[in-house]
């Protein structure tokens, strides 16, 4: 990914919507969790944000116009003991979305989130049987969402239809409590 960036400082780049999505779950109870281990999360589900962010925003800011989209996640509004890392790290995607929305309102900039459930993706399948049993049993829906439909909230706030809309969280939980 560093060579990646770094080919990209040296291009111009004008872009009109950038889509954050990465994430890596972990973390357990923050008396158990390596500090290594919830560096590497936030580094994936934070930093990387930041950083391609501030590669690219500057081309937006001059253009006066762009639109950012953040993946965040329910377990960043919803926080529970055993998610110091993977829920606190999407809670600071979720902060950061607000105040850079503030930051960049001036030049035309939108910034908003997506705070997604679970869903039917390989981070999901990779969870034991129990896990899974008691994610569907907390959703009003008692299903996993397909990524096409945490797709089509990215795709209408990244459209005109949201040209009024920045610094919010748009959950796509299915009710999950």
Not at 61 to 77: P, V
Not at 98 to 112: P, S, Y
Not at 150 to 161: G, M
């Amino acid at each position: 990914m560093k060579s990646e960036i770094l080919r990209l400082k040296k291009e111009r780049i004008e872009i009109d919507t950038l889509v954050n999505c990465a994430g890596v779950a972990g973390g357990n109870l923050l008396a158990i969790t390596p500090m290594k281990e919830i560096r590497e999360i936030f580094d994936v589900n934070l930093f990387s944000y930041m950083e391609l962010t501030q590669l690219l925003i500057k081309p937006m800011i001059r253009r006066k116009q762009g639109n950012i989209i953040n993946i965040a996640s329910f377990e960043g509004i919803n926080l529970y003991p055993g998610n110091s890392a993977y829920g606190v790290s999407k809670a600071a995607v979720i902060a950061w979305t607000k105040t850079l929305a503030r930051e960049v309102g001036d030049f035309g900039i939108r910034v908003n989130a997506v705070a997604p459930g679970f869903v039917d993706t390989e981070m999901v399948l990779n969870t034991g049987e129990h896990e899974r049993n008691q994610i569907l049993e907390n959703s009003a829906f008692k299903r996993l969402a397909t990524p096409k439909e945490i797709a089509d909230v990215v795709y209408f706030l990244a459209s005109d239809s949201a040209s009024f809309i920045t610094g919010e969280v748009i959950r796509a939980d299915g009710g999950m409590i």
